[in-house]
Structure formats: structure tokens, C-alpha cells
């Protein structure tokens, strides 16, 4: 049998070898943990590139609270980049400039953006030939907010759009009854307390119906019971319309731009032309 200074000897033997075990396994461990974790966001805001080729739906996919969305240079059409809902507040989608980037969607039969999210921002680009054919109206920009909701659109041109409720169901908008109002034939705003506008270039768009056409160009409309500030700075309207029939019940008013709201709502408006 051993003796106690063999145990000792084997003892002190066996202490580099549990360690270089324990050391194994907790290297085997941690790679086995490393490896089945998903990987994780960066904590914060985030910006996001796409390309024409992938669409602007891409990057809406990826989209969370303070995000932004970068647009390269190109021209983004058909359904990656036209039709789309923003749904994330605080999102800032900017373009490459308006002679650079272009959301295209002439012939598509789509709207051209809806934003339906608190504090977004649209800037840098050039959205056209987009169709509005339900009741929120806005051919080409649609927003739509709540009490305490703001918007910002920042060195855009909007041109060619068109509001009219008698389009075709087909067109995936909605196809209301052509007794509607068209409202906004290039921009629809609805209930947003506080849009900051500078920059923008309205052209070429018309808001159409067999009954009554508000804002060829622009429509703002509020029933919410709370104040309502509109800056417009270095904007500009030009050759929008809005149009109704000769027999039309109703009326075509504001070929540029129409606001309206409740008999509660306090409206200011700035408009600064430098």
C-alpha cells in the first residue's frame, strides 16, 4: 500500500491534471454557449442603407424606434418601394438628394408612402406618380397621427400624384366609392398637431372626385381638439389642381393647398418663403 508520502506525491500529481480538465471544460462551455446565442442588435438607433435593386420595403423590415433609412442614388419603384406603411415612430427616411433619389410609382397604381408612427421625418428625395384611391387621399405622402403627433418634411419634391376614390378596387388601395372626397392629391395630412415643412417642392398633382376635390396639391385636415401648428419655409406650389365635374354636387377647392378642421382646433400657420 502506499505510503502517506506517496499519496502526497500523487496528490499533488493530480492537481495540474483536474485543473487542464476544468480549464477544457470551461472552454468547451463557453464555445457551446457562444455559439447557440442569436446574435444581438447594437443597443441605440440604427441606419440602414438600401439600394433600388432591394427597395425601400427592405429597409421598413428592419426598421426600429430612431432608426434611420438611407436611400442610395436610383430610381426605387414597383411594390419594394411603393404602397408601403410606415409604422415605426421616430423614423427618419432620407434620400441621396432629389436629383439623385427617386421613388418612383407611375403605373404601379399605388400610393407612393403612408406614415401611420409618431415624429417621422421624409427628406432628400423625390416621390412621384403615386395613386391615392381611398379616403385618406394623399397620392403620393399619406400621414396620418394622433394627439401630440409631429412630422417633418425636409427637402423634398412631391409631383405627380393623384387622389381620386372612383380608381379601380384593383389598384390595392382601397377603391372607394367615387362619392368620396378626394383630399391631397400629392400630400394628405391627417390630425397631426405639428408639421414642419421646408423645402418642399408640390408639382403637378391633382386631387379628383365626381363630387367634391380638397387641395389639388396638399389637403391638411385635423378633428382632433387640440392646437395645431403648420411651418412651411422655402416651400413652393405649382400647376396642382383640383377637380370636380360642372354638375358636381359638391366643390374643387384649394388647386395648391387646403387646411381644414374641427370647430374646436386652433390652427397656426408660418409660412416663411425665404
Not at 9 to 17: D, E, F, G, K, L
Not at 108 to 135: K, P, Q
Request: include cysteine; aromatic fraction near 4%.
Amino acid at each position: 500500500p502506499p505510503t502517506t508520502s506517496d499519496r502526497a506525491q500523487m496528490s499533488v500529481a493530480r492537481a495540474p491534471m483536474l485543473r487542464a480538465g476544468l480549464l477544457c471544460c470551461v472552454v468547451a462551455c463557453f464555445a457551446i454557449s457562444t455559439h447557440a446565442r442569436p446574435s444581438l442588435r447594437a443597443a441605440g438607433p440604427s441606419v440602414i442603407k438600401v439600394t433600388p435593386s432591394q427597395g425601400l420595403g427592405a429597409g421598413l423590415d428592419q426598421a426600429s424606434i430612431g432608426d434611420t433609412i438611407e436611400m442610395a442614388p436610383g430610381l426605387f419603384t414597383g411594390k419594394n418601394s411603393c404602397g408601403l406603411t410606415v409604422k415605426v415612430d421616430g423614423l427618419t427616411i432620407i434620400g441621396s438628394g432629389t436629383t439623385n433619389t427617386t421613388v418612383n410609382c407611375t403605373g404601379t397604381g399605388l400610393r407612393g408612402i403612408a406614415v401611420r408612427a409618431n415624429d417621422v421625418t421624409l427628406s432628400d428625395f423625390t416621390i412621384a406618380g403615386g395613386v391615392a384611391c381611398d379616403t385618406d387621399g394623399g397620392g403620393n405622402v399619406m400621414i396620418s397621427g394622433g394627439a401630440g403627433y409631429t412630422a417633418t418634411l425636409a427637402n423634398l419634391v412631391v409631383r405627380d400624384g393623384l387622389a381620386a376614390p372612383s380608381c379601380s378596387t384593383s389598384t390595392g388601395n382601397g377603391g372607394a366609392d367615387s362619392a368620396f372626397t378626394a383630399t391631397g392629391g400629392g400630400i394628405s395630412i391627417h390630425n397631426t398637431p405639428v408639421l414642419v415643412m421646408s423645402g418642399v417642392q408640390v408639382t403637378g398633382n391633382s386631387a379628383s372626385a365626381t363630387t367634391s376635390a380638397w387641395g389639388g396639391g396638399m389637403a391638411v385636415v385635423s378633428w382632433l381638439n387640440e392646437t395645431m401648428n403648420i411651418t412651411m419655409q422655402g416651400c413652393s406650389f405649382d400647376n396642382n389642381a383640383a377637380v370636380v365635374p360642372s354638375t358636381a354636387a359638391g366643390s374643387a377647392q384649394g388647386g395648391g393647398f387646403r387646411i381644414s378642421a374641427g370647430v374646436s382646433t386652433e390652427v397656426y400657420v408660418r409660412i416663411d418663403s425665404s
